[in-house]
């Protein structure tokens, strides 16, 4: 008989927990719907002469000295890893000549 009684009232308590999140899922939905429904008719019915505000590419001061320096420095850059890269490929291609002899194209001794 206990079983009975355990097994209604686990039954019981489950539905009466599943009434209740089911409720409350649907009365926070009707909350959100009547919320989102009022923000989009102020924005349909929201005036059209508000000001703008100023676009971000308007906000950015114009330095043409640091804009000038920042470029000088990045010429300098790329032109020292240019260097670089040639003064390696110089060293490679000695490299094979020194070690394979005779033309720098070829990779294999023969």
């Known amino acids: ?59 950015i001061p114009q330095r043409p000295f640091v804009s000038m320096l920042q470029s000088s420095w990045n010429n300098q850059v790329e032109a020292l890893f240019r260097r670089t890269r040639d003064i390696d490929q110089h060293v490679v291609e000695w490299a094979r000549r020194t070690l394979y002899g005779g033309e720098a194209g070829r990779t294999k001794p023969e």
């Open 1 to 59: 008989m206990s079983f009975l009684v355990g097994t209604a009232s686990g039954a019981l308590v489950a539905g009466g927990v599943y009434y209740g999140l089911s409720s409350m899922i649907s009365g926070r939905t009707q909350q959100h719907r009547a919320d989102l429904h009022h923000l989009s008719e102020r924005l349909v019915n929201a005036a059209s002469d508000i000001p703008a505000p100023v676009p971000a590419a308007a906000r």
